[in-house]
């Protein structure tokens, strides 16, 4: 959405395209060389940092909309998005927004009725992707954004930081029985590489012999007969990850390890 | 809901008290003696059981909203009560509601843009409770209720038996993290005892030796020092849960053990 005759229409008739009183929030983590982030949008209108989101339209399906909102926002598709909660437990969660600050900062008239002002509960999202490759876009409603370290995540609009919170929470929780991770490693890789993003993403030391033998055990990856040449006497095994087992949990979006 | 006045009233003006679009599904689990049962209900104008379920009021907290639905079906309060998932993939999801059974089984004259017959998203909550400690009520609209066995589960309306069958899923792989099963077992229990809740739970067997281990590693029981007599020389240990790990679990709504 670029064009002031795009917003205009959107802020005038959105409720008629879109469902009104359930927006999408979309958490985007980023992993590169030991670092885990977040992508965060900085807002014309709102004063502050937030999520990347959207609305459903009308007939579209949920998980396709989440799907197009992130594909908006950062030409990313294919994605293992995964649902994690419902924020609805604020019922002015729409308090930072109103027709004043629509009015200054866009230049846009909007009634006090407008569907953009009323109560509207928020439906979190999470993906995991490798930052480096990710280019974001902004748009009529956003001036910046930037990937910021999930230690230093500043004051969010509305209820986000809460949202921030539990996809992190639900991220760490659910890493070793969900597909995730599949794409931030190459096809092949060491203990220590897969070691290392499981240590960043969970933000804590994991005992290394321990570590392996659960991955293993919960057939998640399987050691190869390569090595990889790293310098005199220093060859470690190659692994990779176990495709049935992912492509299974990619489809139910669940491993089965209960 | 019971007299034709309030139900009038709910058909015709509802969308007003409440948010349309959104609806919550409560899936009811209960457990006793040594089986796993879900609450349905019969509606009257849906020609099949479906879930006990209804609409947030516009200033209602979801949480609020949930925990409201399931007393007013169940008279039961104060339950650990868990969000797992939005269904919104269906657009149509209301096929199956219209103008016509209204009139016919209701006697109710309803418009054919009525909200109610509009696209709604519904956000699934489960419940484990001892079903035989539970009255449930009908109203208007249902006309009878039952516990099914969770592994004869009838059709049920719209899309309910995929949420049937992910909240399952849910509480299978939440057990050893979440305060499943605090209030299913007397204050002290034997092994067995506890080993045969969850057996049931997963509908599977599990290794009681290893089980036990990972109960007490995870610190959700402990041992004490009384022992129960059940006959000559067989005198098991009694357990109780952690109080202080399932006080956290429940305000958190999960146990930290990743």
């Given at each position: 959405m670029n064009s002031l005759e795009e917003v205009t229409d959107f802020v005038k008739n959105g409720h008629k395209?879109?469902?009104p009183h359930i927006s999408i929030d979309n958490v985007i983590f980023g992993y590169h060389d030991q670092q885990l982030k977040i992508l965060l949008l900085k807002w014309k209108g709102l004063n502050g940092?937030?999520?990347p989101g959207g609305f459903i339209k009308r007939r579209e399906p949920l998980s396709e909309a989440a799907h197009r909102i992130l594909e908006e926002r950062t030409s990313l598709s294919n994605l293992f998005l995964q649902q994690f909660e419902v924020f609805g437990d604020s019922p002015y969660r729409v308090k930072e927004r109103n027709p004043k600050d629509?009015?200054?900062?866009?230049?846009?008239?909007?009634?006090?009725?407008n569907w953009l002002f009323e109560r509207t509960l928020s439906i979190g999202f999470f993906a995991l992707v490798d930052y480096s490759k990710v280019?974001?876009?902004?748009?009529?409603?956003t001036e910046d954004y930037q990937w910021w370290d999930v230690n230093e995540v500043p004051d969010l609009l509305f209820d986000q930081n809460e949202v921030v919170d539990k996809a992190l929470l639900t991220l760490r929780l659910q890493i070793y029985h969900q597909p995730i991770g599949y794409n931030l490693l190459p096809s092949t890789f060491t203990l220590p590489e897969i070691h290392t993003?499981?240590?960043?993403?969970?933000?804590?030391?994991?005992?290394?012999?321990?570590?392996s033998k659960k991955l293993t055990n919960l057939g998640l990856i399987k050691k190869l007969d390569e090595r990889r040449n790293i310098?005199?006497?220093r060859a470690p095994y190659l692994y990779q990850f176990e495709k049935e087992t992912y492509e299974e949990a990619l489809k139910e979006g669940i491993v089965h390890t209960y």
């Amino acid at each position: 959405m670029n064009s002031l005759e795009e917003v205009t229409d959107f802020v005038k008739n959105g409720h008629k395209h879109y469902l009104p009183h359930i927006s999408i929030d979309n958490v985007i983590f980023g992993y590169h060389d030991q670092q885990l982030k977040i992508l965060l949008l900085k807002w014309k209108g709102l004063n502050g940092w937030g999520l990347p989101g959207g609305f459903i339209k009308r007939r579209e399906p949920l998980s396709e909309a989440a799907h197009r909102i992130l594909e908006e926002r950062t030409s990313l598709s294919n994605l293992f998005l995964q649902q994690f909660e419902v924020f609805g437990d604020s019922p002015y969660r729409v308090k930072e927004r109103n027709p004043k600050d629509f009015r200054d900062k866009f230049g846009l008239e909007v009634d006090e009725d407008n569907w953009l002002f009323e109560r509207t509960l928020s439906i979190g999202f999470f993906a995991l992707v490798d930052y480096s490759k990710v280019s974001v876009t902004t748009d009529f409603f956003t001036e910046d954004y930037q990937w910021w370290d999930v230690n230093e995540v500043p004051d969010l609009l509305f209820d986000q930081n809460e949202v921030v919170d539990k996809a992190l929470l639900t991220l760490r929780l659910q890493i070793y029985h969900q597909p995730i991770g599949y794409n931030l490693l190459p096809s092949t890789f060491t203990l220590p590489e897969i070691h290392t993003l499981y240590e960043t993403i969970l933000g804590k030391e994991l005992d290394q012999r321990n570590f392996s033998k659960k991955l293993t055990n919960l057939g998640l990856i399987k050691k190869l007969d390569e090595r990889r040449n790293i310098g005199p006497h220093r060859a470690p095994y190659l692994y990779q990850f176990e495709k049935e087992t992912y492509e299974e949990a990619l489809k139910e979006g669940i491993v089965h390890t209960y």
